[in-house]
């Protein structure tokens, strides 16, 4: 059964930092996984999405990257902002063993940037 | 703009009453979800549909119904057979298996 772990459960920096979240997975045979970030009593924004075949993906600040071998991502973020507070959470579509549909989420890390 | 919206964003029952939770998209996408978010529990798959007319249990479906009548709607019932029916609700569609998933704002029920 898939497992994806997200580490740590919580994080705070300074403004201005730039910083990394990392995302586990136990199974490698994986179809894509995505990037969402959730803001207190909100949904889900989808932020990055890496297939399989791809090793990383960028979108202005971030940047998301994939080693299906070790099973692993990381989202990079630079140069951090009070606005990027929020809960990050990464989720894998994977080719068997996930949830129903394949997708397993990990739990997500809690984000504070510090003014 | 298109987008997934569920409604209401707040939603209070009497225990022992069904309750029927919105969510309607305009990304004319094929695949819809509905997911039950609880505190250090993270997301918890509970109906899905791939298209009209069609689909299937997740994780944690028992006490809970759905119905997908139209492509562009996937209500929710609660029924009263479900035990712990507080929660934030996350209604979600995508397009293709590969392609992103995209959710709505949540309905949050509180069953007292």
């Known amino acids: 059964k898939q497992e994806v772990t997200q580490i740590p459960a919580a994080l705070s920096v300074p403004e201005g930092e730039n910083l990394v979240l990392n995302c586990s997975f136990t199974d490698s045979a994986i179809y894509n996984l995505q990037w969402f970030r959730q803001d207190p009593g909100k949904g889900l924004t989808s932020l990055l999405l890496?297939?399989?075949?791809?090793r990383e993906q960028t979108s202005g600040r971030l940047n998301a990257s994939l080693d299906k071998s070790s099973g692993r991502s990381t989202l990079y973020i630079a140069a951090s902002q009070p606005g990027d507070s929020a809960t990050y959470l990464c989720a894998v579509r994977g080719q068997s063993g996930g949830g129903a549909d394949g997708l397993t989420f990990g739990k997500g890390t809690h984000l504070i940037i510090q003014p | 703009d298109g987008g997934i919206t569920q409604s209401p964003k707040y939603l209070f029952r009497k225990e022992g009453q069904n309750v029927t939770l919105s969510c309607e998209q305009n990304l004319n996408h094929d695949a819809m979800y509905w997911y039950r978010q609880d505190p250090g529990q993270g997301l918890r798959l509970i109906y899905y549909s791939q298209i009209v007319n069609d689909f299937q249990k997740g994780d944690i479906a028992e006490g809970y119904s759905v119905s997908r009548e139209k492509k562009e709607s996937f209500p929710l019932t609660v029924t009263s057979a479900q035990k712990n029916p507080t929660a934030f609700y996350l209604c979600?569609?995508?397009?293709?298996?590969?392609?992103?998933?995209?959710f709505g704002n949540g309905t949050r029920l509180t069953v007292t």
């Open positions: 890496i297939q399989s075949s791809q």
């Open positions: 979600a569609s995508r397009e293709t298996y590969n392609s992103p998933l995209h």
